[in-house]
């Protein structure tokens, strides 16, 4: 079952300001409302100048850090 827009947004903004603080997380939404961010254009080009070597390197880093967090709760 997908969630309600009301949650995703709830949902997203809780993760935001855990990650980034109150009020970075506002300057990211203030930011994104002012330039008309595109999202699915920047992740399109996002790893254009990455290598396939690096790019699966940080994929496999950030796995394996999570996998441990996982393993810890």
Do not use: C, P
């Amino acid at each position: 079952m997908s969630m309600s827009t009301a949650e995703l947004m709830d949902r997203g903004m809780r993760y935001l300001v855990e990650k980034l603080g109150t009020v970075d997380a506002e300057k990211f939404i203030a930011a994104v409302l002012r330039e008309r961010f595109d999202y699915t254009e920047w992740q399109r080009t996002r790893f254009d100048d990455e290598g396939l070597e690096r790019f699966n390197a940080a994929a496999l880093a950030w796995a394996a850090e999570h996998e441990a967090k996982a393993a810890v709760k």
